[in-house]
């Protein structure tokens, strides 16, 4: 017993020092909050910027930026006309023009970060939308949308919505170099006060077997979900199908074998979204509940819900949707004098699925709201984290990258290396690691705290100084997915 117990602290010791080597780091930027409104491209890309510089150094590995809120378009779409969170009115095209959807990604992977491309998949028009394109679906196709508390929605019983949405993503897919495709939590309405949803007509008329209006409704959901993942790895394997679900999938009451202690709305009941069938199944290569509440809600009580997400949703990559600004608001249930990020951190610790987290929202913690950007970058997040594992879109990694060695050049001294040789998509290179050891230190790449860059490029600036100090640098590839290679050794004088 004792000898097991000095093992489980060494251990202990191990993982604390290294740090979680696999995490991910994700954050929303969103467009229908208005941010970008009223900006000229210059003043956009300054904006973005500006975040994604702060959000790296806080340690964010991977951005969720909005691309399509409202059947509409922040890139260049055949299909689709341009936002007017964009450029203010509907279809019209930037000026003077650029690619938003390009621009992000070319500047996420420069930083190393993964770019998904999020999309609202049902949602025709938001609320406070008042003019639609000539070329905008509602107009092309008004029979295919239903009106509902102010928004329109793409009726998602129609295989021709389907078909339609799954098309748009092919487009994306295809033509952008994205890491991955996420959905949020927009599935049937959120249910309004005295609104029905108006199709009990055309479930009268095609019931297809399903006795309750609810299940026929959670069945056209998940009729699209399967054909959606399965029209993105069709195109590309290894970009990634993320769901962003409400926090509470079903309320004990509702379901005393699978549901929460919670007492508040229901994917399962009131959006008709089964989650869990969808993970279940492989459906989606990740999910993200949005557990946006506090430890202690009296309906919704954080604590309770990621150990309930971390029992049930464990078949894929699970990862927590935090709302920045109720993380601060409110006070630890321990300290008084903290707020509640350290509560919510040891829960993610002591959690056996969770691979991570994602932030809402990304501008919260690029201002350092309620100094939650600097615990990230000074603590929690400090060492740099690679993606998780999704060994069922591949689970062979790259070879290790060639001709490591350092140059000096009229821009200082340099290490630079070459791709490793890919015959197909599972071997090919799209990111580097870039590991450094002191003089007296094992070069162990399981140790996190020994990445100093995780890069798009094939070359590194070394910090040189007098070159009297001898250092180990290991640079390794990671695939499409994020399978690491082996380490290829250089050692050098700065």
Request: charged share 25%; hydrophobic share 35%; proline share 6%.
């Amino acid at each position: 017993m004792r000898k097991t117990l000095i093992l489980l602290f060494l251990l202990l010791q191990v993982v604390f020092s290294y740090g979680q080597k696999r995490e991910f780091r994700g954050a929303w930027i969103q467009c229908v909050n208005g941010q970008f409104n009223g900006l000229t491209p210059d003043e956009m890309r300054s904006t973005l910027t500006k975040q994604l510089d702060a959000l790296h150094a806080d340690g964010v590995n991977a951005i969720i930026f909005q691309v399509r809120a409202e059947c509409d378009a922040l890139y260049a779409s055949k299909y689709e006309p341009w936002s007017r969170f964009l450029t203010g009115v509907q279809g019209k095209a930037p000026n003077p023009y650029w690619d938003p959807l390009q621009w992000m990604i070319e500047q996420c992977h420069k930083r190393g970060m993964e770019l998904h491309a999020w999309i609202n998949p049902y949602r025709a028009k938001t609320k406070t939308t008042t003019a639609l394109a000539s070329n905008h679906i509602a107009i092309t196709h008004p029979e295919r949308v239903f009106s509902y508390d102010g928004q329109y929605i793409l009726n998602p019983a129609l295989k021709e919505n389907r078909d339609y949405i799954c098309k748009i993503v092919d487009d994306i897919v295809s033509r952008y170099d994205v890491d991955g495709i996420h959905m949020d939590d927009y599935f049937y309405p959120y249910p309004a006060p005295g609104q029905i949803i108006p199709d009990q007509q055309l479930y009268a008329n095609n019931p297809s077997g399903f006795r309750t209006i609810g299940d026929w409704r959670r069945d056209k959901v998940n009729v699209f979900v399967k054909q959606l993942c399965e029209t993105i790895h069709q195109r590309k394997p290894w970009v990634k199908f993320g769901v962003s679900p409400f926090g509470i999938y079903r309320n004990k009451k509702s379901d005393p074998m699978n549901g929460s202690e919670t007492n508040g709305l229901q994917n399962y009941d009131d959006l008709y979204a089964d989650v869990l069938l969808w993970v279940n199944n492989g459906w989606v290569d990740y999910c993200v509940p949005q557990l946006y509440w506090q430890i202690g809600h009296p309906a919704a009580d954080y604590a309770t819900l990621i150990r309930w997400w971390d029992k049930h949703a464990a078949n894929r990559p699970l990862f927590i949707g935090e709302d920045v600004e109720r993380t601060v608001k409110y006070p630890s249930q321990t300290n008084p004098n903290s707020n509640q990020m350290p509560d919510k951190h040891a829960l993610h610790e002591q959690m056996h699925h969770v691979d991570g987290t994602v932030l809402w929202y990304a501008k919260l913690v690029a201002d350092n709201y309620g100094n939650y950007g600097n615990v990230l970058r000074n603590a929690y997040w400090r060492n740099s984290a690679l993606p998780p594992s999704m060994p069922f879109l591949d689970d062979k990694s790259p070879k290790k990258p060639r001709k490591v060695k350092p140059v000096w050049t009229s821009d200082g001294y340099i290490l630079f290396w070459s791709a490793p040789k890919a015959k197909k998509w599972g071997d090919k290179t799209s990111r580097y690691v870039v590991y450094r050891f002191g003089k007296d230190e094992k070069a162990n790449i399981e140790d996190a705290s020994h990445i100093i860059a995780i890069t798009g490029d094939t070359m590194y600036r070394l910090p040189y100084n007098h070159g009297k100090e001898k250092f180990t640098y290991v640079v390794t590839a990671l695939d499409r997915v994020g399978n690491e290679s082996k380490g290829k050794k250089v050692k050098i004088k700065l």
